[in-house]
Every structure is written in structure tokens, then in C-alpha cells.
């Protein structure tokens, strides 16, 4: 047996009547669908619903499945407590979860759990389902703040469990999109808001998978979404398979995107398996983004490889420039990879003799000393994206209206504590929060006496 279908479906709390109190009917076409789906996996009569939920125990470098034999939840936070649902978990199927993905080296199973009662995705799907059948056992698991490769990847450890353990199993992909739709809405808005919904919502419409893993990090960011590792889980385990797709509806007058899609399994289809076709399009897009490095990008590049291949920092190479040679400043330098941060480290002021030699020796920095990160291994250097920002020199300024985030860094001091953020971060848009991050990097207490400072920079891509 196998996946016969799999789910996208939001989890706003007021759907619910008991807590909506009225509300549900502004979004009814999405609970009108959403019972549809409840519906129709009801007459699939799967022996396991697999629900990927981002309100669940979630760890940066971990998936977490849920542990124990059952779980019950209700909806007591949101005042109706009457509103619940309990279910069974598929414990024979987890182990085989848990044993395929120690056997792809992908971090997976039930250690740390944080709430054992369901959350709010998980139990809002169990109750529209629970109104049409209950004869199931439920996999209940997280995502993690790896990458969207390990997510597919993990998806398809998923896959091969199903099939070991001869399940019919249904997948509920559980997740809202973009948080930042209206000024009005919980998280306000930013124009990143409407733009992701609109290309996940087209990725839905196309079953076209590839997109859940190749949106930009920084389009989901702002955006403020909380589905899309869902959807690449959810992804990896539809891999190589057809499907019969359908995105039924889309609303957001709340100032949350709520989605409800369908993909119903229709046989097999190799040109559906997309782990490949991502790998080609991140080398070509790390392909792209190489050839393209300005000179002291690529300055940076350069000195880590040679760094973590070698054991050694190189020399200053011949034909780099007077001006990185003469000038001194303060040099951030900043990894990613995969569009998840990887390493950041500079200095507010120049420490070396010129630009160049700042950035060789923050780079080196960057990849073996940021405490938030393990050393860069040679095995990941084909898959980092730089950028280095060379700083000007700061300012004095007596508050944060003479702060904007986009334009400005900023310095916070208190007595010796003092801390940096760098300007155009994602995000980051209002000068009190970035503040706020600056002064918990310094370790500055709130009501601690502070002042405070702005730079611009130049930042080469």
C-alpha cells in the first residue's frame, strides 16, 4: 500500500464555530472545502492520516514525531474547551519512520517532546475529519529549521515507511501562508505578504513541488508564513508520484492566507521526482551567483576555502585592489546556505592594516568561530552564498526616530556592553526591534541606560 492522497489545509483557531462565534462565516468557502476534504478522506478510509504540523515540538536541527500511543487536544485557549479530539498514534509506523531516516543520515524521532496534548494544527484537521470517521491511527510530526532538501529528504523516508509497513495513508500538510497581508492583520503588512501567497498558491494550482523548495528564504521571511516546510515535507513524501490536483480555494480577509488544495494519487511518475531537479537548479544558481561576485566577495570566498581545505589563511593574492589595499574599515562578512544563515562575523572598526586583510580574517571568522554555528566542513563550500559588508564610519544620534533599519546599522553601548546589527536585514523594518536585537547581542538589559549610533554600509554581493 501507499500515499493515496495528500492535503493542504490552514488552521486558523476561529474556524472552529465554538471559537469563531460567528467569524467561520467570513471564511466559508474555506471551511466549505475543508469539510469537502474531510469528506473525501473519510470515503478513502486510510488506516493512518500523516499530519505535518508547525505548531507541534519543532527543533532547528531535529524532526521531531510525536511519542506515546494517543493524544487528546481542545480548543480551552481559545475559550471552548468543548471543542476537542483524540486520536491513536500509529506506533509500528513511526519506528519504521524512525529507522529509515537514521538510515539517510536525516535527524528524525521522539526525543524532546515539549506538549504532548495536540496543538491547534494538528487538532483542527482531526476535527473536521472526526465528524465523518475516526476508524484511523495518526502520525503526528514537526519540521525543522534545516534545509528544504532535508525536508524533502525526510518527506521521503516518510514515503518508504508507508510502503515497508503496507499503510493506505493520507497526508495533511497543515500550515497558513503569509501572516502580512493587511496593515490591520496580527503581523501588519509587508508587500512580501500578498507576493508569496501568490506564488504558492500557483505552485498548489501546478502540483509544481519544485516551488515549495526553491522559494526565496527571504520571500517566505517577510512574508511571515508558517506552512511552507509543511509543504516540502509533504513534498518529498508525493515523490515520483502522479497526482490529481486541485487548488480549491484561497482567502485572507483576516490578514492571514488560508489555502485549501488537494493531490490525489493517480500512479507513478518519475518526472515527479524532485530532488534532482533541485540539486541542478542550485547549481545553477550558485553557478550564476559565483560568476558574478564582486572582486572582494570573492576575496572572501577565496580565504575561507583555502582556510578549511588547507588548514592555512592565505596571502593576500596579486591583483587586489589599491583601494582594499590603502583603505581600513570595519568588515562584516556573512555566509548562507540554502538562504538559512551559516555564519556572520565582523568587526565595528578596522583591526588590520587595510579592507583586505579585515575581510580574510573575518571570513575565516564567519566560517569556524560564529559560537551559533559548527565550523564550516569542506563538504559545504560549493553550497555557500557570501556577502561582505564594509562599514562607515558611525554616528552619534539621541534616539531611534534617526534610525532607519533599511539605511542605517546601529550601535548599542552600555558601559562596555556593545552591540551591532547591520542594516537591510530581513525582516527587521522597525528601528525599536533593532534595538532591541542589538542590545540582547551586547547582553544590555531592558532599562539599562544605553546610546546609541548609526553607520551605513556598503554591501558586495
Known sequence: MSVISAYIVPHPPLIIPDVGGGQEKIISKTYGFYDRCAREIADSRPDTIIIISPHTTVYADYFHISPGTSARGDMSDYRAPDASAETGYDTRLRDVICEEAEKAGIPAGTLGETQKRLDHASLIPIWFLHKYYTDHLTIRTGFSGMTPLKHYRYGKCIARSVEKTSRRAVVIASGDLSHRLKPEGPYGFAEEGPEFDREITDA?????FLRFL???ASLSENAGECGLRSFQI???IMDGLSVDQELLSYEGPFGVGYAVASFKATGKDPSRCFEK???RHKS???KKIK????PIVNLARYTLETYVTSGRKPEIPPGTSEELLKKQAGVFVSLKKEGILRGCIGTIGPVTDCIAEEVMRNAVSAGTEDPRFPPVTSGELADLVYS?????????IASSNQLNPKRYGVIV???RKRGLLLPDLDGIDDPEKQIKIASEKAGILPGEEISLERFEVIRHR
Open 214 to 216: 526553491t522559494m526565496p
Open 388 to 396: 561582505v559588508d564594509v562599514l562607515g564610519a558611525p554616528e552619534s
Open 284 to 286: 545553477e544558481s550558485l
Open 291 to 294: 560568476n558574478n561576485e564582486s
Open 413 to 415: 553601548s552600555s558601559g
Open 204 to 208: 498548489m494550482a501546478d502540483a509544481d
Open 234 to 236: 509533504m513534498a518529498g
Open 277 to 279: 531537479k533541485y540539486i
